[in-house]
DNA sequence: AAATTGAACGCTTTGTTGATTATTCAGAGA
DNA sequence: TCTCTGAATAATCAACAAAGCGTTCAATTT
């Protein structure tokens, strides 16, 4: 077999033990059996435990990433409607995976606690999607605000870290953390659109 | 000695004991002792331990809040100028006070937890004050974004959560948190004054 | 030589016990 | 009657032992 086979065959056993037991009730020796092999074979393919969730939340992030660069790009709408989609997307996915599923939010809770690093990336990943969105409002001749783009998006999510992740922060429902969302999007949307807001009142005058 | 002489007299005893050697080691009975009287006897006072810790904590919010009100009335300030140092103060205080003390973070770690409707009520008081500036500023005729106050102040929270605990979501330096809280301000305080801006802008064409 | 094993190591978790402590309350004292 | 005490109670904590687990590596197999 194949050392990147074998890889997968590890990540597949170890994400159905994961999400049937949780991380921590899964031994390493139970994988390893899943997949035919001693426990100590394993280290040949991963460092360590921990490394193996980490490599299947970041395959699933991965996928995440790609549905949130569709979002980015979305037909028909402008800049301002484009990051609204994008982190109401961002607070809905992380609320249901981890409302729903006790196992998700065990593995969110390891990672972030053992790999902080990883919440990071993470970050660093949307910012980047945030400044092409801005990127591309901008070829297209919107309004877009002025400064480094790269540290407006850092501001952003500054200021959007409560809907990340919401159930680590508060006991809000979804639905309130939606207006929160959204009252928060509309101060900072208006704020990122001061000129167009100057447009609008100089048609008016 | 009467009811609230007896009231004051354990707390000061409770406030030396927990900030010398902080709130798990400080017992009943020390606390009483240092009253002289029994430990039984503290509770015909306070229903139990925490609330004496949460007596302690509202006496020193109260002053902070007081200072706060100061500065939301700074003169020669407008409103996003006073909202600007509003946040910042807050931000520093606790800062410095979670920072240098380790004790201070061990009560501010017990309530939250054990009295979570303690941190909504220090909310609730932020939110008036902030409410206050806005009618203020209006009051002075200044730009103020329409809408209800009230929510208006809740997004201001929501957007600025990320530096009112700072050490316990991040592990941020004072200089780094400043950097953000100023670009998130900058992002809100010019969302919450377009018509400002479009003057400015009708001014310069 | 390369791949794999499984026993050995040390760390972390779990379970248990005993002591400490918050809290209660029947009764003593004012 | 009202205040207060101190012993009784129940919950929590600390310390220690045992078990389990992640990880390593010398030995074995391919």
């Known amino acids: 077999m194949s050392k990147d086979a074998a890889r997968d065959k590890i990540i597949y056993a170890a994400k159905c033990r994961f999400s049937h037991f949780g991380y921590g009730k899964t031994t390493m020796a139970e994988v390893a059996g899943d997949c035919e092999m001693s426990a100590g074979n394993l280290y040949r393919f991963f460092p360590g435990k921990l ?10 992030y991965e996928n995440h990433l790609n549905h949130l660069r569709k979002i980015a790009v979305l037909p028909g709408k ?34 972030s606690r053992e790999r902080p690093q990883f919440a990071n990336w993470m970050l660093a990943n949307e910012r980047k999607i945030i400044v092409e969105l801005m990127e591309e409002s901008e070829r297209r001749g919107e309004y877009v605000p002025p400064g480094d783009k790269q540290e407006i998006a850092e501001m952003i999510q500054s200021a959007t870290m409560k809907f990340r ?4 922060w508060s006991k809000l429902t979804l639905p309130k953390l939606e207006r929160e969302l959204d009252g928060v999007l509309k101060l900072l949307i208006e704020g990122l659109c001061p000129l167009r807001m100057a447009a609008q009142h100089e048609n008016a005058a």
């Open 165 to 168: 992740y919401p159930q680590l």
């Open 78 to 111: 402008n800049g301002p409607e484009r990051l609204r989609e994008l982190l109401f997307e961002e607070l809905r996915r992380t609320y249901h995976k981890l409302e729903k599923d006790p196992r998700a939010l065990e593995m969110a809770q390891v990672i």
């Open 51 to 60: 490394d193996i969730a980490e490599a299947i939340a970041t395959e699933d």
